[in-house]
């Protein structure tokens, strides 16, 4: 069992960066992959990012690539989500989750943590 509690959100004007963070209880943290999705108002949820379980291999949406960065520390149970250049259409609840493999599909993954919310201002 894995339970996930992600943080950092909040509101942030276009081109502007944040960091969400989200922490995993339990002790086979290092042995899931870990991804975050995001879920915009009126549309169903999209993968933007996963990452290995030891770190080595990461993988990004199109619409992200070159702006998010997705990073993980073992000795913390915790991965991150860097947003760099953001815009307004980032705007979206973002759920980190894990999985036993690195997919871009949300059916694959088990375990989802309750969502932070990211807005981007125009």
């Known amino acids: 069992q894995v339970q996930l509690v992600e943080s950092g959100g909040g509101l942030v004007q276009g081109g502007g960066s944040l960091r969400l963070s989200c922490e995993a209880s339990g002790r086979t943290f290092s042995s899931y992959a870990m991804g975050w999705f995001r879920q915009a108002p009126g549309k169903g949820r999209e993968f933007v990012a996963t990452i290995t379980w030891s770190g080595g291999t990461t993988y990004y949406a199109d619409s992200v690539k070159g702006r998010f960065t997705i990073s993980r520390d073992n000795a913390k149970n915790t991965v991150y989500l860097q947003m760099n250049s953001l815009k307004p259409e980032d705007t979206a609840v973002y759920y980190c989750?894990?999985?036993?493999?690195?997919?871009?599909?949300?059916?694959?993954?088990?375990?989802w943590g309750q969502g932070a919310q990211v807005a981007v201002s125009s």
């Open positions: 989750a894990a999985s036993r493999t690195p997919t871009g599909w949300a059916v694959d993954y088990t375990y």
